[in-house]
């Protein structure tokens, strides 16, 4: 099955400056790949995601980059800011699965 | 339109007991997930339901059983419940599967003693 690995765990950004998560998947296949936020207490929700034809993906400070040749794809945040504080989880699957595969987590904290 | 509700949202059990986690969702969707979150290892699924009448096992099924007998419920339940299962517990929902966002209930905090 699939197997995505997330780094770093925690990460701590003055605000302002970027913020980058990084994500590696084991399966091929994998052609769907979604990040969620989760505030501390709350549920996790859709932030953005990328599919395997397209390299990058952009909405406002959020951005995701995806090498499928390297199976690895990637967080960015700039101009950060306090409310971007929260735990980050990457994912991915293939579209004949019908489930995510996520990976462990990444608390940011934003420091002002 | 509620989206997901998860009953109850905290329960606090003796080891050996059992119990039953419901999920509810107003959206019509036919899939519905069951996973658990702990400390350092992500969200990790249990059991999923792809339609009505239909369960899958997930990543770590064992001490766990569900129930879809109607397509907007999903029932989580534990017979044994054992200190192991300590856990907030998280019902998601998605209208097509895979390659789609996952609608999230709020959280079951559940601890076994």
């Known amino acids: 099955g699939e197997n995505v690995e997330q780094h770093p765990s925690t990460l701590s950004v003055q605000e302002g400056d970027s913020a980058v998560i990084k994500c590696t998947y084991s399966d091929s296949a994998s052609n769907y790949f979604p990040w969620y936020k989760q505030e501390l207490g709350k549920r996790p929700q859709l932030i953005i995601d990328i599919r395997s034809n397209v390299g990058e993906k952009k909405d406002q400070r959020i951005a995701v980059t995806l090498n499928k040749t390297a199976k690895h794809f990637s967080l960015h945040i700039t101009e950060t800011q306090p409310e971007d504080s929260a735990v980050y989880f990457c994912a991915a699957s293939d579209f004949g699965n019908e489930k995510l595969t996520f990976g462990t987590g990444t608390r940011l904290t934003i420091i002002p | 339109n509620a989206g997901v509700t998860q009953t109850p949202k905290f329960r606090v059990l003796k080891t050996g007991q059992s119990m039953t986690l419901l999920c509810a969702q107003d959206m019509n969707h036919e899939y519905m997930y069951w996973y658990r979150q702990d400390p350092g290892m992500g969200l990790r699924l249990i059991h999923y339901?792809?339609?009505?009448?239909?369960?899958a096992k997930g990543e770590v099924p064992d001490g766990y059983n569900v129930s879809r007998l109607k397509k907007q419920n999903f029932l989580l339940g534990l017979e044994s419940a054992a200190p192991s299962q300590t856990s907030v517990y998280f019902c998601a929902s998605n209208p097509t599967g895979n390659a789609g966002e996952l609608f999230f209930g709020e959280g079951s905090r559940l601890t076994v003693l």
């Open positions: 339901s792809v339609g009505e009448g239909t369960t």
